[in-house]
């Protein structure tokens, strides 16, 4: 029988998030609507706490900071 709810992440492609040092760094960020909300880095790639991250397995904030990350890795 299928799964009915499996967990979605956004996955780096210029690094492995697997055992990397950043594991479990969250990174607030601010919405557009003032509302925070945490990005954190597992060993699967990142995770937003935001209602749309829950649902597609992306949103404009987990993007964000994986921009970031990797223009900082690269």
Request: charged content about 25%.
């Given at each position: 029988?299928?799964?009915?709810?499996?967990?979605?992440?956004?996955?780096?492609?210029?690094?492995?998030p697997k055992?990397?040092?950043?594991?479990?760094?969250?990174?607030?960020?601010?919405?557009?609507?003032?509302n925070q909300?945490?990005?954190?880095?597992?060993?699967?790639?990142f995770?937003?706490?935001?209602?749309?991250?829950?649902?597609?397995g992306?949103?404009?904030?987990?993007?964000?900071?994986?921009?970031?990350?990797?223009?900082?890795?690269?």
């Open positions: 029988m299928a799964r009915k709810f499996v967990k979605k992440y956004l996955k780096p492609n210029l690094f492995d055992d990397h040092a950043w594991v479990g760094i969250v990174w607030p960020v601010i919405g557009s609507k003032g909300y945490s990005v954190e880095l597992t060993d699967k790639g995770e937003c706490d935001c209602i749309g991250f829950g649902h597609y992306y949103c404009k904030h987990s993007k964000q900071v994986l921009k970031q990350v990797e223009r900082a890795v690269a």
